[in-house]
Each structure stands twice: as C-alpha cells, then as structure tokens.
C-alpha cells in the first residue's frame, strides 16, 4: 500500500522531525496490521488514529440509563446495520426479561432501599394497527374467550412482588420490585402476529409487536404514578417452534449473502437489549362521554326575544370556525375532537397533535374510524362545513300574546 505524504519539505519541517515521526508511525501501523492486505477502515480503527476522537463531546446516545431491560432472545441476523432489532419469539413460551439497577452513585437516591412498580406491555408496532389497537384486541378477545395476549410465569421469576394482570387489560402485567436486588421477569405471549393480518391471499406475513416496560416510583401520596424510564423492542410472534425455524432461515440466507452484503446487516446477538422510548400513555377508554356538540353556542338554534315582528329581528349568529390548526397540541387536539362529538376515538389519538391528524389521508380515518364517522372526521379536519340552505328563526312567544288569546 502505497502512501503519499503532501508535505512542503522546508528546512524547519525535517529539523523538527515531523518526517520521522510519521515514519515511525507508518511502520508503527504496518507491524499492528501485519503483512497482509489491510482495508483503510482497518487503518483508521487503530489507537492513533483514535486519540483524537477522545477529545470530542460525549455522544447523548450513549448516555447510561436508570435501568436497563435485557430480554433473553436472540435477534435476528437479517436486519440491516441502522435498523432496529427484530426478535422472534415462539407463542406460549416463557422468556426471561432481566431488570438491572444501572444508576450511578448517588443517582436516584429517593428510590434506594424501596420498591418501585414497572408494567410490561405487548403493543403493536405498526402506527396504523396503532389507531385501531381497542378495536384489534376486543376482535382478539372475541375469537379467543378467557385467554390474554401476555401472562407472567410466576413460579420461574425471580424479585418479582404483587404481580398482578387486569381481566380488562389482556395486554398488559404489572409488579414490584426491589432495583437493589436480582430481578426477573418470565413473560408468555399468547397471541401470533399473523393474527392480525388481513388474509387476502395466504402466506401474509405477520405483523410486528412491541414489548414495552415503564417503570415508575411513589409519589408523595404512595401511588406508583412519578415516571422514572421507558424502553421497548420489537419483536415477531409465531406458533410454537416457529420462531426457531424463522431464525434458523434468516441465517441460512445471510451466510448465502456476499461478504460485501453481508456487512450491511447486523450480527445476530444473544440476547435483546430494549431501547430507552417514551412511556406508553395511560388514557381510559371513553365508551359513555355525553356529547359535548349540542352545547357548542355554533350548533344551537338562536332564540330571539320578544314577539318576533319584522321590526324586531335578531342579530343573525355568525358561525365560528372550531377548524384544527397545526400548531395544536395533543392537548388541544383531545379537546377538539371532543367538541366536534369524537369523543370515542380521543384514545386512538391520545398522542396527536394537529399536525398529526391533519396529516391522515381519507382513506386512513376511514379505516380508522368506519365510514361514517371516518368521512365526518375528514371533512372535520379539512373544514369544510356545509352550508345551509334555509335558515329558520325560532322565538318564544311573549306573555302578552299569549293573554290576548285566552
């Protein structure tokens, strides 16, 4: 290999003994490499070249986190280098989820010496199964009677106290436990990714799953409610031994690949590292919210006073646009579709701005929401308002009247 060195060679540069130095260093770099062939990406991952990358700022991704979540399957081979991880789990098997104690000295001293509660979820990973999560887990109750989509296996966990999971919540557990001592988690999946995918043609491919922790400490009052860390991975479900076929194909095909491709995809490892994210919202579903609408001053009829001659004619009521900006927040955005009488969906949008729902197509609310209502809410968002063809004053009749005719 071949080194070029443009340098001008004054009398100051060979007395200060810079060509020395990186003479030195070259052969320094050639007895480390070898006398093989060597790549400039085996050059550049030397201790010398390394020195200088000391001095930059720390990188953010890298910072350690209060806990760390370890579950213990291997990931795929057949993912790409910047993609995130895919595990594959077989249905009904349990797998062990560590919950490690990563604070520093000092970190979080509120919680040493207590407990604190973290709630595992099995969540879809696709945004638009998202918007429909009530809907596709109460079509998985109703095929599968008395089973859950997640189950602890208490007698092989370990640390684990009060585990508890709620009939209504099929998706999710909860327990306590002590960060200062070995703690794990053995979870069941019951459910298959396949069974929510639309069967068009047969051999659809199943759809993706997240598992999520959030973990949380007490509060002044004692309830498990002050948000400490979140973190998930994706993972696949198959019917039992599936997943182990799955990760048995994925290798083969990788060691078919071409060194040169195979350097694009991540090695497999053994066990699955969940990534910090956002915690899961905790909204309750709203099945019996009266309809705001009817209180809104621009869906009531004006009702004038007096005796509504000619003369006396009300002010006529402008209708005030209620359009959805894009600079709403999820907030603003729960409470408009409130008031435009979408209350039963304000959970599928717990975490949509208005730039969010303002984005959907038609095609996406009326899948999300049904015909109906998919078609009003799109109109909504795009504020078109039908205008009236006749407008109708409606008054109350005076007393005067009133005596005159008795």
């Keep these: ?63 350690i986190l209060p806990f760390q979540y370890v579950l213990c399957a291997a990931t795929s081979p057949a993912v790409k280098l910047h993609d995130e991880t895919l595990t594959y789990l077989n249905q009904g098997q349990s797998y062990e989820i560590r919950m490690l104690d990563n604070r520093k000295i000092g970190e979080l001293p509120e919680i040493t010496g207590k407990m604190v509660k973290s709630i595992i979820r099995v969540v879809f990973h696709d945004r638009r199964l998202q918007y429909t999560e009530h809907q596709q887990l109460e079509g998985w109750r109703w095929n599968r009677p008395g089973d859950r989509i997640l189950d602890l296996d208490i007698p092989m966990s370990v640390g684990i106290i009060d585990p508890r999971a709620n009939p209504t919540q099929l998706n999710t557990v909860e ?76 290798r083969e095909k990788m060691e078919k690949r071409a060194p040169q491709e195979k350097e694009k995809y991540q090695p497999s490892y053994e066990t699955t590292i969940l990534t910090e994210c956002s915690p899961w919202p905790e909204v309750t579903y709203v099945n019996n919210s009266p309809s705001p609408g009817f209180n809104s001053t621009h869906n009531s009829f004006p009702v004038a006073e007096g005796n509504g001659s000619p003369n006396h004619q009300p002010e006529p009521v402008v209708q005030v646009a209620d359009n959805l900006l894009p600079t709403a927040t999820p907030q603003d955005a729960q409470q408009w579709l409130h008031r435009n009488r979408f209350s ?17 197509t038609r095609e996406d609310v009326i899948q999300i929401c049904g015909p109906a209502d998919g078609i009003r809410l799109f109109n909504a968002l795009k504020g078109r308002v039908v205008r009236p063809r006749l407008t109708i004053y409606v008054c109350q009749e005076s007393q005067q009247a009133r005596e005159q005719q008795t």
Aim: aromatic share 10%.
């Design 1 to 63: 290999m071949a080194w070029a060195l443009k340098l001008p060679l004054t009398d100051e540069v060979i007395e200060s003994g810079l060509v020395q130095d990186f003479d030195a260093s070259l052969s320094g770099i050639g007895q480390e490499l070898g006398a093989g062939a060597y790549s400039m990406s085996d050059v550049l991952a030397l201790p010398i070249f390394k020195q200088e990358e000391s001095n930059l700022p720390p990188d953010t991704d890298n910072k």
């Design 175 to 250: 327990f306590l436990w002590d960060p200062s001592k070995r703690t794990s988690v053995f979870i069941q999946v019951h459910c298959i990714s396949t069974e929510f995918t639309m069967r068009k043609h047969g051999g659809e491919k199943g759809v993706p799953f997240r598992i999520q922790i959030d973990t949380f400490k007490e509060n002044e009052s004692g309830e498990y409610t002050e948000h400490l860390h979140s973190a998930s991975c994706q993972v696949k479900v198959f019917k039992p031994k599936g997943a182990d076929r799955k990760q048995k194909t994925d």
């Design 344 to 360: 039963p969906f304000c959970r599928l949008f717990t975490n949509f701005s208005g730039a969010d729902l303002l984005k959907l």
